[in-house]
C-alpha cells in the first residue's frame, strides 16, 4: 500500500471551503453547523499560519446569498461563484486551483452529499488528493452526511479530521507554527 497518498503536505495543500452560505445555514442541524463553523474557522486561521492557499466558493448565491460573515475575507482570492454541484464542474475554480500550483486538497464546507461530494469526486479525477475533512462538512441529514463521507471514502478520498490534518501538516512540536496552531485548536467546540 502506497502510504504517501494519507500525508498532507503543507506547502502542496490547498484549503477549500465549498458553499457556506447565507441562505443554506438555517436549514443545517445547528448544533452540527457550529462544529463546522469552528473547524473550518481553525483550518482557514491555520492555513494563514501556515502559508496555505484557501478557496471558497459559492453555489449560485444569487439565490443562497454570500459565504456567511465568519468565513467572508478567509479565502487567498475572492469567493468563486458557480452553478454547477461540484466546483471541478466550473472552469474558474480550476484555474484558480490550478494557479496556486499544489496538487493535495483539504475540502470543507456543505453539503457533504451533494455539493462536497462531487467537488470530491471531480478533484479525485483530475488527480489530486483529496483530503475530506469530516468534522467541516455537513449536511441536512445524518444519513446524507454519512453517505456522502462513505462514498467519498470508498472513492479514494482519505477522511480525516481538523486535528489530524493540522498535525500532519506541522510534523513536529516546538516550532513557532506549532504553538500558534496548537493555540486555534483549544478554541474548538466539541
Excluded at 455537513?138 to 453517505?147: A, E, V
Aim: with cysteine.
Amino acid at each position: 500500500m502506497d502510504l504517501n497518498k494519507f500525508w498532507l503536505k503543507r506547502d502542496e495543500t490547498v484549503l477549500v471551503i465549498i458553499d457556506v452560505q447565507q441562505r443554506l445555514v438555517p436549514a443545517m442541524p445547528q448544533k452540527v453547523y457550529r462544529r463546522l463553523l469552528t473547524s473550518i474557522q481553525v483550518l482557514a486561521q491555520a492555513a494563514k499560519e501556515l502559508g496555505i492557499p484557501v478557496l471558497v466558493t459559492e453555489q449560485y448565491p444569487r439565490g443562497l446569498g454570500h459565504t456567511v460573515e465568519e468565513l467572508a475575507t478567509t479565502g487567498t482570492v475572492p469567493a468563486l461563484e458557480k452553478v454547477s454541484f461540484g466546483c471541478c464542474g466550473d472552469q474558474g475554480f480550476l484555474d484558480a486551483l490550478a494557479a496556486t500550483g499544489r496538487r493535495q486538497v483539504l475540502v470543507t464546507g456543505m453539503e457533504a452529499h451533494v455539493c462536497v461530494y462531487q467537488t470530491v469526486l471531480g478533484l479525485l479525477e483530475e488527480e489530486y488528493g483529496v483530503h475530506l475533512v469530516k468534522d467541516a462538512i455537513c449536511s441536512r441529514s445524518k444519513q446524507d452526511y454519512l453517505s456522502g463521507v462513505e462514498n467519498a471514502g470508498r472513492a479514494g478520498a482519505i477522511i480525516t479530521t481538523t486535528e489530524t490534518a493540522l498535525f500532519q501538516m506541522l510534523r513536529q512540536a516546538g516550532t513557532p507554527e506549532f504553538k500558534a496552531v496548537s493555540a486555534l485548536i483549544k478554541t474548538r467546540e466539541f
